[in-house]
């Protein structure tokens, strides 16, 4: 489950730090009370978002990002009222950066395979992101601009206003979930001395001794049929790509059938 989410700030604050009339408003307030501060709310998150992708979100705290700044770490609220805030911009920010495909003129499935690719891409170069929770999401910027491009995707099919959003929801949740299972494997693998097929061979001469193979025979040969063919019990990109593809059909049948209307 996911340890930290979005939105769980002061919905004021929050939104003008997400559109920067924050900013301004402060660097008035500052200009009538002292000197012209040094850094701004931008420098801020890029010193956090730095240190999330490093070490993770648990790693991000007021007192790391001042010391990664060279600066006291109450001159961090000047610019950032607290983490919960600090949050929604960094994934704000991390979603304004991402890589989004010219795909007008395209087949929907190039269209919708696009945006599944360029999530899979955001998660791969930040992780935490995948452990976010976006119920209820950071309104700024760069989510309105991720959310107006990934929905062209589903533009022009027949689909209503609100299908377009369930088959976004639907795909967006597939590719988080994939980032979060992959990230724990490969975890598991870092953290391992065993590669995942050694890991088999030392525990099957274990689990013969307490497995009734003629109980539980369906396993068996599925599980040995799958193993085979990944060399472990979960291969991520064969994952991804069986996924994606069934998420296509059921598209594809949602959307024959508004042709048939």
């Not at 369906?218 to 996924?243: K, N």
Request: charged share 25%.
């Amino acid at each position: 489950m996911p340890t930290e989410r979005t939105s769980a700030g002061d919905p004021a604050r929050t939104l003008r730090l997400l559109w920067r009339a924050a900013d301004e408003a402060a660097e008035g307030t500052v200009a009538r009370r002292g000197p012209r501060r040094a850094l701004s709310v931008d420098a801020v998150v890029t010193a956090a978002v730095a240190v999330a992708d490093a070490e993770g979100l648990e790693a991000v705290t007021m007192r790391r990002i001042a010391q990664e700044l060279g600066v006291v770490t109450m001159s961090i609220y000047t610019y950032v009222p607290g983490k919960a805030e600090l949050l929604d911009v960094m994934v704000d920010t991390a979603y304004s950066a991402m890589e989004r495909a010219g795909t007008a003129g395209r087949p929907w499935r190039e269209r919708v395979t696009a945006v599944a690719a360029e999530n899979r891409a955001l998660y791969e170069q930040h992780p935490w992101v995948a452990e976010v929770s976006t119920a209820r999401p950071p309104l700024g910027p760069g989510l309105m601009a991720k959310y107006e491009h990934e929905l062209s995707a589903f533009d022009g099919l027949g689909l209503g206003d609100v299908e377009m959003d369930d088959c976004l929801t639907h795909l967006l949740g597939f590719v988080q979930g994939w980032a979060r299972g992959t990230a724990d494997i490969r975890a598991a693998r870092a953290e391992g001395a065993l590669t995942d097929e050694q890991w088999w061979q030392a525990n099957a001469p274990l689990l013969e001794k307490v497995f009734d193979a003629e109980k539980y025979p369906t396993a068996v040969r599925v599980g040995a049929a799958a193993g085979e063919a990944h060399s472990a019990a979960y291969d991520p990109d064969h994952a991804y790509e069986f996924g994606l593809s069934r998420i296509l059909d059921s598209f594809e049948i949602l959307i024959a059938g508004h042709d048939g209307n």
